[in-house]
T-cell receptor
Framework: AQSVTQLDSQVPVFEEAPVELRCNYS??????LFWYVQYPNQGLQLLLK??????LVESINGFEAEFNKSQTSFHLRKPSVHISDTAEYFC???????????FGAGTRLFVKA | NAGVTQTPKFQVLKTGQSMTLQCAQD?????MSWYRQDPGMGLRLIHY???????DQGEVPNGYNVSRSTTEDFPLRLLSAAPSQTSVYFC??????????FGPGTRLTVL
């Protein structure tokens, strides 16, 4: 069975500071990994994903995540956050060719001015 | 292209009542899923479907039924609502194992 652990439930950070949101997963098979973002009172939308190839993946708004197979991690980073990045972030895993996606409990990022 | 649509957006039920949450997608995706979102618990999978006529249980299926008669539609039925089913419900669709596309959600309160 697969599982996802997001190590921080809340991360407060000042604007323009760097941030890392941590995600660890467990799976006995090859996986796809995702980060989704949820802005207040909205549904979830994809931020970035790892399916294969380069282990470093990037989003259009400056976030990046690195797939580390040996540490079973997929941490999300941004070198300089903006107020508009305030949202809840969810890490998710599905097994390659599989049917189910399992989500972590979420990390609430709060960017302060 | 509307993506994934859900109705209603809000619903209040009394304990014991039944209702159906509607979900439709126009992307011809094979896979559809229902999740519930509760504070501090992330999204938990209720039921999912890998194609018309094929459904299976997720992590928290008790008290819910689903069916998939067409590729487009995947309704979720609450058989006898309980206060523990107060939650925000999201429907999602995807191609095999790839990005999930979510609907806007249904906020359900059971009194």
């Amino acid at each position: 069975a697969q599982s996802v652990t997001q190590l921080d439930s809340q991360v407060p950070v000042f604007e323009e500071a760097p941030v890392e949101l941590r995600c660890n997963y467990s799976s006995s098979v090859s996986v796809y990994l995702f980060w989704y973002v949820q802005y207040p009172n909205q549904g979830l939308q994809l931020l970035l994903k790892y399916l294969s190839g380069s282990t470093l993946v990037e989003s259009i708004n400056g976030f990046e995540a690195e797939f580390n197979k040996s540490q079973t991690s997929f941490h999300l980073r941004k070198p300089s956050v903006h107020i508009s990045d305030t949202a809840e972030y969810f890490c998710a895993v599905s097994n390659t060719g599989g049917f189910k996606t399992i989500f972590g409990a979420g990390t609430r990022l709060f960017v302060k001015a | 292209n509307a993506g994934v649509t859900q109705t209603p957006k809000f619903q209040v039920l009394k304990t014991g009542q039944s209702m159906t949450l509607q979900c439709a997608q126009d992307m011809n995706h094979e896979y559809m899923s229902w999740y519930r979102q509760d504070p501090g618990m992330g999204l938990r999978l209720i039921h999912y479907s890998v194609g018309a006529g094929i459904t299976d249980q997720g992590e928290v299926p008790n008290g819910y039924n689903v069916s998939r008669s067409t590729t487009e539609d995947f309704p979720l039925r609450l058989l006898s609502a309980a206060p523990s089913q107060t939650s925000v419900y999201f429907c999602a669709s995807s191609q095999q194992g790839d990005t999930q596309y979510f609907g806007p959600g249904t906020r359900l309160t059971v009194l």
